[in-house]
Nanobody, 121 residues
Framework: QVQLVESGGGLVQAGGSLRLSCAVS????????VGWFRQAPGKEREFVAA????????TYADSVKDRFTISRDNSKNTAYLQILSLKPEDTAVYYC??????????????WGQGTQVTVSS
């Protein structure tokens, strides 16, 4: 069974930065693409970014591509989401997930519990 554990969330002032981490276990890490979604209060969960198993392909939501960077360290079975210039509207629960790409479309199959990111103005 694939397990994902997020960390790195917290309370940050607007303009600051954060790096979220996602430790993955239970399956060969390089066989899995990893993605991040977020859910803000009162809103639906939305896609943020995803990265292929080898790390050579990434995809981002248009709304975040200028400030968010997804990466992975396959030697540590861990993926990351670097967020720069945080805005109050980035406040959300951020969920790590693992899945597969189908023609550059990412489909998550396994989910973590989420980590809260709160940005104060």
């Amino acid at each position: 069974q694939v397990q994902l554990v997020e960390s790195g969330g917290g309370l940050v002032q607007a303009g600051g930065s954060l790096r979220l981490s996602c430790a993955v276990s239970g399956r060969t890490f390089t066989a899995l693409a990893v993605g991040w979604f977020r859910q803000a209060p009162g809103k639906e969960r939305e896609f943020v970014a995803a990265i292929s198993g080898s790390g050579d392909m990434t995809t981002y939501a248009d709304s975040v591509k200028d400030r968010f960077t997804i990466s992975r360290d396959n030697s540590k079975n861990t993926a990351y989401l670097q967020i720069l210039s945080l805005k109050p509207e980035d406040t959300a629960v951020y969920y790590c997930n693992a899945g597969y790409f189908y023609n550059r479309n990412y489909r998550p199959s396994y989910w973590g519990q989420g980590t809260q990111v709160t940005v104060s103005s």
